[in-house]
Structure formats: C-alpha cells, structure tokens
C-alpha cells in the first residue's frame, strides 16, 4: 500500500474511534490522537453513510472494506456497470452488504440537440494558455485512472460529460435509466450557471420522468407530460 493509502487507512480508523466512543487516543505514522471527545456523536447508526472514490486497486479495496458507498468519475452506462459488478464481488467476498452506488454527470437539458450542443460547444472550449494546460498535465501525472482524460473531459469536473445526460429532455430521462438499470442509486450532478440549471432539470428531468420499464423510460409518455413554455 502507498504512503497515501495507508494515510487514508488511518483516517478511516480514527474517524470510527472518534464517532464510536469518547476518550479516543491513537498513535501512527501519520497520525496521533490523545484523549479525542466528540459530542454530541452521530445519529445515524451504526454510523454515518462514508461516500468515497478511487479508481487505483488499493483505493477500492479499502472502499469496499471501510466505507458504505462508492462515487466515480462520469462514464458510459455500462462502464459504470462493470465497475459496480467489480465493487459488489468486493464486497460478497468480504461478507458486507451492498454499497450505494454514485456517478458523476454534468447536465445540459435543451428543448433540441441542436441547442444542447451549442452550450456544450460553449463549455468544452478550453483554451490552452500555458497555465491551464500545464495544470492539466501535472493533474494527470499524479492520477491513477482507469482511463485517460482528454482536455474537453477535463473542462468539466470529475469527467460529467462522459455520463451523457446531454440533450432534450427525454433522451436524458433514457440515459438515467440505463445508468439506474446498472445499479446506480444516485447522481452527483454537475451544471452552469448552478441555479438556473437544476431549476430546468427538476422541472423537465426529475418532476415529468414516466416509471422505468425494461432499463428504459417512456419517453413519450413522459414528453407528452411537460409543460408547454
């Protein structure tokens, strides 16, 4: 295990001292604790959810050992999918229950694609002024991904545009539900300008999508719901 991982390590055993009992003292490599008293302590039991990523293997294996949910980077249904199949074998083996499953997606809801591609154009377009392009490449040096980032992926966080929820209000109903077909229980949702973006996606996405039916949605039931403009 790395430095770093076994840095978290002991983060995720001195949190679990500190949430459990008073008193708590612990001494490390890393990090020392004398006589730690926390009030009031959590209320959820037997503790608070812990959502963590990492896409390394020393990553995933403390994940699937010590925490409750496992958050990634924006990808494909069905990268997603296997990298919840990877996780959920993790945690069979280690005889814990399933974890809650998180994807990042950065949204761009319009009323056509011709429109959802012009905000998209908007915000991919990454100019690579010698600063922003040298912070590029020292964040992928010190990354161990799974996959490669390109610079458009990196004009958004966390790679959400990968997720695809791009496009008309139905199609990104159809990608929810290939992403919930999968096994993903929520979205860490990403937009711009913040406020005015989530106000469309409540009103469009969330509060109009039909039940899921075979991992897809019923777009047209759904688009014949929406409100008229």
Known sequence: MTSA???RRLICDGRD???KGDHFSFTGKYYQVEDSVMQPKPISKPRPIIYAGGESEAAKELIATQCDAYVVHGDPPE???KKIADMSERRERKGLPRMTFGVAAYSIVRDSEREAKQE????TDVKQNARGYDNYQQWLAGTQLESQVSLEDYSVTNRGLRSGLVGTPGKVRDRIAKFE???????LL???PQFEEMERFGEEVIRYRAPLENGVVDSDT??????VR
């Open 5 to 7: 991982g076994l840095a």
């Open 17 to 19: 001292g500190i949430w």
């Open 79 to 81: 990268t997603v999918g």
């Open 120 to 123: 998209l154009d908007r915000i």
């Open 181 to 187: 077909a999968v096994g993903v229980d929520l979205l």
């Open 190 to 192: 990403q937009c711009s």
């Open 222 to 227: 759904a688009e014949s719901e929406r409100p």
